[in-house]
């Protein structure tokens, strides 16, 4: 079971850290990603950690503004999102899986799937507007 938690409401510019708490696995064995989807959009893929903490970035957004990290005593992962836009609005969820990270690139963009995730956290709302 995973449970995301540290959403909210943020005005633009501000920063705002999710973690992902694992209840029943440990998530030194599994790779750890984050996803969001917006209203109306395809639930996307932003970064994912390796069970070796290897991060890979799949969207650009998140690349230059986005930082996970592992607690391995509290069996958490957070995501640091620093100089939020109106644009980040979403739900972010975080996903686990035993395999290693899988980025997928289609000659436009990196993205990940969601079938490519067995565990999923309920999503945490995370709203950024003035």
């Known amino acids: 079971q995973l449970q995301a938690s540290g959403g909210g409401l943020v005005q633009p510019g501000g920063s705002l850290r999710l973690s992902c708490t694992a209840s029943?696995?440990?998530?030194?064995?599994?790779?750890v990603a984050w996803f969001r989807q917006a209203p109306g959009k395809e639930r996307e893929g932003l970064l994912c950690m390796s069970d070796r903490w290897t991060t890979k970035y799949i969207s650009k957004s998140a690349q230059d503004r986005f930082i996970d990290s592992r607690d391995v005593a509290k069996n958490t992962v957070h995501l640091q999102m620093n100089s939020l836009k109106p644009e980040d609005t979403a739900v972010y969820y975080c996903?686990?899986?035993?395999?290693?990270?899988?980025?997928?690139?289609?000659?436009?963009?990196?993205?990940?799937?969601?079938?490519?995730?067995?565990?999923w956290g309920q999503g945490t709302q995370v709203t950024v507007s003035s």
């Open positions: 996903a686990a899986d035993r395999r290693s990270c899988k980025v997928y690139y289609n000659g436009t963009h990196s993205y990940a799937l969601i079938s490519d995730f067995n565990f």
């Open positions: 029943g696995l440990s998530f030194d064995e599994y790779a």
